[in-house]
C-alpha cells in the first residue's frame, strides 16, 4: 500500500492520469499474468524519471522499472512497490546517416521499422521481437544470429542519484541475454547503434522472412512470455522438453505449448503460480533424463 504523502509527492511529479493505484500487472505484461501493483506510473521523459526515481529512493520506497512487460512474470500477490513504465510515451527515434539513437520506450519492432524506412541493415533480427529498445538491451535481445550487443554502440542511463551517464558497448558486458543492467541500479532512457546502408527491398525481404518463421515456429496466438528458458550449452532447451514427454504439460491454465516446448503458455486463465509449477515440474523432469539444468530467461517479480 501507498501512502499518501508518496501519492502526494509523485503527483508533483507527473500527471495525476500518469499515476494508477492498484493497477493489475496482467495488463502490462504479454503473459496476461500478474496480481495488482501498489502504485503503476507511466513516464512521459527523463525529467519525470530522474525526479521520480531521486524522490523513490529517498524515501526508501521499493520500484521496478518495466518496458512493454514482455519478459515478465509478476507474482499473484502483485507487486508492493511503485512500477515505473518507459513505454510508448518515450519513444523518439532519431537518424543521423548510419547512426540511429532511439528513446527507451520505443518498441523494437518500430525501430527496425524505422531502419528500414532508412535504408539501414542490422535490426532486421528485432523487428519480431516484442519488447522494447529499453528491455531488449538489458536483456541483450537476440534471434536468427543477431543480437542487441552487435549494434548497440552507447546507453544512455540514470543511475541511483537521478544523475545521467553514458555507457558503451564494452562498460554494458553484454552476455547471453544479459547485460550490466541486470544487475546494477541503472536505467536506460536512450540506446544509440550503428548500422550499415542497405538495400531497402533486401532488408524488408529479411523481415517478413523472420516473421513467417515466428508465425510459423511460435505459439503467437497465445499470451507468453517468450522463451521461458535460456539455450543451455550444447543443447535446445524445446527440443531437451520435448524428449522429456513435457510437450502439452498442464498445470492450471499454464501450459508447455504443443507448437514449440521452449514456451510456456497462458492457455486463458493461468495464474503466476501455474506458470511456476510447470517451470519446476520441466526442470526437474529434465534435470532427471538428461542431466541438464535449464534455466529461465524469463524476470521473475515478486515470485
Ligand atoms: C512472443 C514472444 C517472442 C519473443 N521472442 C524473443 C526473441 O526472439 N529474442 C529475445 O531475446 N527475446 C524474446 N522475447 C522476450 C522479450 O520480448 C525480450 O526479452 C524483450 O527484450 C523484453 O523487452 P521489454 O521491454 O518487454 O522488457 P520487460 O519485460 O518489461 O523487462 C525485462 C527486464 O528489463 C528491465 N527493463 C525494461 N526496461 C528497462 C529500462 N528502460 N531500464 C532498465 N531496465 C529495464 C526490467 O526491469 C526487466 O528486468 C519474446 C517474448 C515474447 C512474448
Known sequence: MISKAVLE???????????RLQEPMADHTTFRIGGPADCFVQLENEKQLKDVRRYLELAGVPFFVIGNGSNLLVSDS???GVVLQIGS???DIRVEGCRMVAKAGASLAQTARMALKHGLTGLEFASGIPGTVGGGVVMNAGAYGGEMCQVVTQVTVVNRDGETME????TMEFGYRTSVIRHSAFIVTEVAFSLAHGDRDTIQARMEELAGRRREKQPLEYPSAGSTFKRPEGHFAGQLIMEAGFRGFQKGGARVSDK???FIINTGNATARDVLDVIASVQAGVKDKFHVDLETEIVCLGV
Open 260 to 262: 514449440h516446448c521452449g
Open 167 to 170: 555507457l558503451d558497448n564494452e
Open 89 to 91: 510515451e518515450m519513444s
Open 9 to 19: 509527492a509523485l503527483q508533483k511529479f507527473v500527471p495525476c492520469e500518469n499515476i
Open 78 to 80: 502483485g507487486y508492493q
